[in-house]
């Protein structure tokens, strides 16, 4: 794999994008001219521009770290994209379909052919491929597995077998084993006859020769600041921390933040070592949840290529309108048992989404707060009382704060005081059912073991819509009708 | 500091929590005895149980990660937290301090004195102080100063005078200089001398020896697999990644993401090495603000503490609930507009509430993606057209669709063809404002040089908002009334 150290700066990864699009837009003109029969085609095959931009193009993506051909791929247009990727050269197709989004690797997958897709697969590690597997066709990964020698076959097998949020997904197989009987000028020497060490490696493993257990990890600081004589037994870390292929990926990032990993060795229920997990996997796992987040709240199913058709694109955000959509004929069903109140007093229509609006804001600003609590471990049987209590006190707070705000609005366009009064308990009493739901809901889904980000925020304005205009509407029938 | 290694799994830590909230329930149920006068005070000082007690939790802290108390210290209501807080041995308050989040930092500070604010100071880097720094009285940062040696006191300065988000506020200044005219061996063996290498050291910074100027890397994987007779020049790279204190955060973040980092130096522009990132603090650095998004779209201005009081957590949510009771009372004036309308026909009260409601959500899913894509540097003058043509085109495809849905259920409800009709168009015209708002306004907030993220979603929904009551009532105003 290409070594970062090649590129100098980010700048210089902008610069790229900058130069291949100046490039293919050349390009893009040449052929517009041939389009237009304004140059002979056979002219333009020959022409010598022609061939020396592409020359150009190639040599510029050759350049490039795959991170940064990915990034290139991911911003450009379909046609431009695919046009871009013909010009890579096959050996580096393999890790720059790692390196781009889910979205935009089907695009390329797409487009290639299962020869092609088989060269790119093998030039991969096995947990490589693992990463790849879900976007290829059941023909190339059976081909891939009866191409694969017993030992890569078995862990190719067993890295698809684990689900995509535990530590199996983010393990690779690069780890450097040695013995604790050796003294480190054994080590140094082994280490030099490898002649190469896997990225991020910051510890080597330290196993036992007949289990393969794990019995500590060599951190190289130590390896290097330690006479050569020692043994490796008196200067590993004895007790370091280990993951386990089906602990929840989440819980593993944590690990990662809260001792500042660079890797962590991966052991199974009898301690022997299967694997390790690096930082980089961690960012990229971290990255992405948040993303994930991100897209969920705005309602949509899952990252989408910024290029997609538009028929994709509107099935990717279907699901979420169309639960909006159930939400918003509920709440609308509730206005309707007003009709009659509504009809003698108009302004109620007027007043009636500002209670449903606050309500909802109120709401999801606990809920967030919540959901954050639970994904960090915060709350417990012991604290859970506590925070009902504060933020029940706020919700009450904020009601007379700004139902006093809306009551003296509503008093002022209307000059009516029971319109005033009216307004002011229906905000007080919807930001009270706000606190309570912004609280039941993600805790509950917390307890059926579903995600709390996961809709929660939906149900909530749900909740906080339907509740509002009943409170209003139904205060407003009581006491002004 | 305490290394990682000493703690053996997650699983460790949230048992570490349970705990030591079990010793704290036993020292709360002896304090409520106390209270309630079932057992004379100086009994209860005497009292065995109690000092055991307290030397068990004392002795729990003591064996933490400094990660691990800070994470207990987090999910403990303000009484408690502060009971143990005081339990903690004062030589690790620095580096605990430096763990807890924002919030719960502000807390800790307010109970401790100058000196020991200054004595937890003095035991942190001069870039750990920095990070610190913010929350420190102004007179705790003067003493501070005055206390370091010149050397020290300018790195400080320097650290302190760079703004949050940038390279310089993640810089830290732990790095392990080499020339590049030594032999390995030679390297070696100052390693071997210097007895202890900083965390996250994953390659030695080749500087030349008169202008301080960085040369290159030495990666340790490179010093340890090459002959030791060979020159740091002749293996170093000589090209690395660099970074320059002034880039932003964001960017060096995704050159670690992109090219797999642990570490990057940091020089000035004269190529002088004057620190290092490492990515711990890279890690720290995307978890915070992909935190800060999530706070933000719920309306909440910065991260708060569980256990804050009523008054400063609604303080807290105020600003945004403000900014949107303003856009709710412009939608109520826009359908206050139409009270003749709604007076002649109350289902458009029951109905406009649909329309403005997934105007909304359609427009947050497409305002999301191009948060994202601006993020991720995709958007630029060359595809924006794409973009804008693939949205219209969507809200298109669902204003049809979605517009047919909710035009036939008036229709079923009302049995009113034009009133269904109204509602269709009206769907498909606010989808239509809702693709063109949630493009426009991330993209003009970006060419601000705003942060996208922040606002722009309550835009957004106030635009829907307003223009689905506004083009449905107007609708129906002309074709139904």
């Known amino acids: 794999m290409a070594e970062a150290e090649e590129i100098k700066t980010r700048e210089g990864a902008k610069q790229s994008l900058r130069e291949v699009t100046a490039l293919l837009q050349k390009q893009r003109l040449i052929e517009e001219l041939v389009h237009k029969q304004q140059m002979p085609r056979h002219e333009l095959v020959e022409s010598l521009v022609h061939k020396q931009n592409l020359a150009k193009l190639r040599n510029k993506l050759d350049e490039l770290h795959p991170a940064d051909v990915a990034h290139i791929l991911e911003a450009l247009p379909l046609g431009e994209r695919l046009s871009v990727w013909d010009l890579v050269k096959a050996e580096r197709d393999g ?102 060490l896997p990225d991020q490696t910051d510890k080597l493993f330290v196993v036992d020769r007949e289990e393969g257990a794990l019995v500590g990890v060599l951190p190289l600081k130590r390896l290097l600041i330690h006479d050569p004589e020692v043994h490796v037994a008196a200067v590993m870390a004895d007790d370091p921390v280990t993951l386990h292929p089906g602990d929840q990926a989440a819980q593993a990032a944590q690990a990662f933040e809260r001792y500042d990993l660079v890797s962590a060795p991966v052991v199974d229920e009898g301690d022997r070592l299967i694997g390790r997990v690096t930082v980089d996997a961690v960012l990229d796992f971290i990255r992405e949840e948040s993303d994930t987040d991100l897209l969920n709240l705005a309602g949509l199913r899952e990252e989408e290529d910024l290029f997609s058709t538009v028929w994709k694109s509107a099935k990717n955000r ?8 159930c939400t918003a004929f509920i709440a609308s069903r509730v206005i309707d048992l007003f009709e009659g109140t509504i009809a003698k007093l108009v302004a109620l229509a007027a007043l009636m989404p500002i209670i449903a609006g606050i309500g909802g804001n109120s709401g999801n600003q606990t809920t967030t707060l919540i959901i954050r609590a639970l994904a960090l471990g915060q709350i417990n049987v012991g604290n859970a009382r506590q925070l009902v209590t504060k933020e029940v006190g706020i919700s009450l707070l904020n009601g007379v704060v700004w139902g006093s705000a809306v009551g003296l609005f509503a008093y002022a366009l209307y000059q009516q005081v029971s319109l005033g009064l009216v307004m002011a308990s229906a905000m007080l009493l919807n930001l009270l059912v706000a606190a309570i739901m912004g609280i039941l809901i993600p805790l509950g889904m917390h307890k059926l073991g579903r995600d709390p980000a996961l809709g929660s925020s939906v149900l909530l304005t749900a909740t906080t819509d339907s509740m509002g205009f009943f409170i209003f509407l139904g205060l407003a029938k009581i006491f002004l009708t």
Chains 1, 2 share one sequence.
């Open 95 to 196: 890790e720059i379909l790692l390196e781009v989004s889910d979205a935009v690797r089907e695009t390329l997958i797409e487009h290639m052919d299962s020869e092609e897709l088989l060269a790119a697969a093998e030039t991969l590690d096995t947990d490589e491929i693992a990463d790849l597997a879900p976007d290829l066709p059941r023909d190339v990964i059976q081909e891939l597995l009866l191409s694969l020698d017993v030992h890569k076959r078995a862990r190719l097998q067993s890295a698809l077998s684990y689900p995509e949020d535990t530590v199996g997904a983010l393990m690779d197989f690069d780890m450097v084993t040695i013995r604790s009987d050796v003294t480190l000028e054994v080590a140094l020497r082994y280490l030099r006859r490898l002649g190469e």
């Open 318 to 325: 279907w699901m979420w309108l169309a639960v909006n959509l």
